[in-house]
């Protein structure tokens, strides 16, 4: 399944898989929406399945919007997978 990303009040909620073949247009959008808002919410949520390459995408993501000095917010309480993968690289 392909990932959907949708806009609704402020957040941005991802539906279908963050995976190899969806992060690299993931990265691409969503660091010209850090480069280009005060602050981003992504909610992961609804995501189907996230693999270790949607979990380096979300790093990468948050070490631009570290670099940048905006804000990005990264919520959503029911896909674990990604706490599975790397769960200590959201702790900053």
Request: aromatic fraction near 8%; glycine fraction near 6%.
């Amino acid at each position: 399944m392909a990932l959907q990303i949708l806009e609704k009040n402020g957040t941005f909620e991802l539906f279908g898989n963050l995976n190899t073949k969806t992060s690299r247009p993931f990265i691409i959008h969503f660091e010209y929406l850090i480069n280009t808002l005060k602050d981003v919410t992504i909610n992961i949520g609804k995501l189907k399945a996230i693999d270790a390459s949607g979990v380096e995408a979300l790093k990468t993501l948050i070490a631009i919007s570290l670099k940048n000095n905006n804000i990005l917010y990264v919520i959503g309480k029911e896909c674990k997978d990604i706490y599975a993968h790397n769960s200590s690289a959201f702790a900053a």
